[in-house]
């Protein structure tokens, strides 16, 4: 009899087409699926493969080029940059719009309502509905309103949503990491500097009005620490730490059996243009987890 799994699908962008890779190669060694939770494009391809359409979709996902993806944004000016109703328009060719509780897997889209500042969970319903109120990154996105109710992407109170998948009573729970690193911080070396009694921009900004920063100024040199290329990195930079750091307090609440961890740096938030690549980078992280979990040399929840 085939080994039951309930899977967690969490947030990242563009990286989440490493779910896809992961559910293939989980079918192709004989995992059932039976349970699907995800926030943002977890819930979104885990909502695809729910309704049986995932080959569909990922054929047209490797086919997108750079100016592809451009032409699907729809760019508005209020809420949010982008309407999302052009790759939903794709999305229902390619599923239809079900309902949530037709589905031949059990499935929860998981939101959060920015006016009563909590998650909502899509598990009746229109699919299109809970994956469209599940990707809408503030900012963005704009967002699913309904009355009173503002709904945003479940990442921004729960990026891996393992609570909705344990009522499945599966064999396992496997939950499945976008914002992971294979190269975490070892250590915290404090700066040393003659700055750190004024303020400033930053500590190694000259003093103001001295011949250092004219010189900087005259040079066009931008100050060290200044990394990110303009308001976009930072808002992409900001999200990927708060998830981060969301995930390792739901993994500490309620450990699931396994981890497959994606590392973030496969691609950025925003390049759709690469589903290939990424689509195998999970099939990998998922090959390398599930042969450690099958040997028994991985504990639970090893990430």
């Not at 309930?6 to 087409?17: K, M, N």
């Not at 699926?33 to 979709?57: E, F, K, P, T």
């Not at 006016?115 to 967002?143: C, D, N």
């Not at 500590?203 to 920063?213: I, K, R």
Request: hydrophobic letters at 45%; glycine letters at 10%.
């Amino acid at each position: 009899m085939a080994t039951t799994v309930s899977l967690v699908l969490g947030s990242g962008g563009a990286r989440g087409y490493a779910h896809i890779g992961v559910i293939e190669e989980l079918i192709r060694r004989g995992y059932q699926i039976i349970s699907v939770a995800g926030c943002s494009m977890g819930a979104l391809v885990g909502g695809i493969y729910a309704a049986g359409a995932l080959n569909d979709y990922r054929d047209w996902v490797c086919g997108l080029r750079w100016i592809d993806v451009v032409r699907l944004l729809d760019v508005t000016f209020s809420k949010g940059a982008i309407r999302g109703d052009k790759v939903f328009a794709k999305l229902e060719q390619l599923v239809g719009d079900p309902l949530i509780e037709s589905l031949p897997i059990k499935y929860t889209a998981v939101a959060t309502d920015i006016t009563y500042q909590k998650e909502v969970w899509f598990q009746h319903g229109s699919l299109l509905r809970a994956m469209r109120a599940s990707v809408a990154i503030p900012g963005f996105f704009t967002p699913v309103v309904h009355g009173e109710h503002v709904l945003v992407d479940g990442g921004v109170l729960n990026p891996l949503p393992i609570i909705p998948t344990v009522a499945a009573q599966a064999d396992l729970i496997i939950g499945v990491d976008l914002n992971a690193s294979q190269h975490p911080v070892t250590g915290t070396e404090l700066p040393s500097n003659i700055y750190l009694d004024r303020s400033g921009f930053t500590d190694d900004w000259p003093a103001p009005g001295s011949e250092a920063e004219k010189q900087m100024m005259g040079s066009g040199r931008r100050p060290m620490g200044s990394r990110l290329e303009g308001r976009l990195d930072i808002l992409l930079s900001s999200v990927e730490v708060m998830q981060s750091s969301l995930t390792q307090y739901k993994v500490a609440g309620y450990p699931p059996d396994l981890i497959i961890p994606v590392d973030k740096a496969i691609c950025s938030f925003f390049e759709f243009h690469r589903a290939v690549e990424v689509i195998e980078a999970g099939r990998l992280a998922a090959r390398v987890s599930l042969s450690r979990l099958e040997r028994g040399t991985m504990p639970r929840s090893v990430t």
